[in-house]
């Protein structure tokens, strides 16, 4: 059973930056899809930034471009997303999600989810 654990959300100022973990078990980052999404309340679940193994592609929202950074530690079976600059309107749940292929960094896209965890942003 594929399970997903996201740490390292909080309260930080605009300008500030955190680093989401996600750590996995019962997943093997072989030809994996990986993905962060988040959710700010009143708005639809989009994605942030994404993976695709298979062909190496990787994906950022235009809104967080320059600003986050996703990778992954296969070894540790974990993936984050550095997020710098941050700024209010990057106040969401983020959740982590996972699956294999290639696949569009579409929410709809991912069988594998982990809980979400709240990053804040003050102005």
């Known amino acids: 059973e594929v399970q997903l654990v996201e740490s390292g959300g909080g309260l930080v100022q605009a300008g500030g930056s955190l680093r989401l973990s996600c750590a996995a078990s019962?997943?093997?980052?072989?030809?994996?899809?990986i993905g962060w999404f988040r959710q700010a309340p009143g708005k639809e679940r989009e994605g942030v930034s994404c993976i695709n193994s298979s062909d190496g592609s990787t994906y950022y929202a235009d809104s967080v471009k320059g600003r986050f950074t996703i990778s992954s530690d296969n070894a540790k079976n974990t993936m984050y997303l550095q997020m710098n600059s941050l700024k209010p309107e990057d106040t969401a749940v983020y959740y982590c999600?996972?699956?294999?292929?290639?696949?569009?960094?579409?929410?709809?896209?991912?069988?594998?989810w982990g809980q979400g965890t709240q990053v804040t942003v003050s102005s």
């Open positions: 019962g997943y093997t980052f072989d030809d994996y899809a």
């Open positions: 999600a996972a699956d294999w292929g290639l696949r569009a960094c579409r929410d709809y896209e991912y069988d594998y």
